[in-house]
């Protein structure tokens, strides 16, 4: 009997020290939650990218430009203004539009 009762609190103890309490599964979550909010604030903003000088490659990971547009546009540089794209029917309005933020037409110096 003896044996029994010490096996059950053997099995008890083991089961215990395996488990964190829930308080505690709940607390390591809020910190979790406090540290990933803290972690995703707005992103640092990006430079306009230069479509005199950059590369298809780069003008296609622009959202809005693919493969054909990127070339066009390296394709018929140097621009003076970045809304010669849509003056040159390079791209259209529309496209231009979704991108214009995000683009520049420096000049050389």
Sequence with gaps: MKLIKTLIAAVFAITLIGSS????????????????????KAPAKKEPLD?????????????GIGDAYAKKIAENRPYKRKDELVKKKIIPQATYDKVKDQIIAKQPK
């Design 51 to 63: 479509i005199n000088t950059a590369s298809v490659d780069e003008l296609k990971a622009v959202p």
């Design 21 to 40: 309490p829930v308080w505690v599964q709940s607390a390591d979550t809020k910190d979790k939650a406090a540290t990933t909010s803290e972690t995703k």
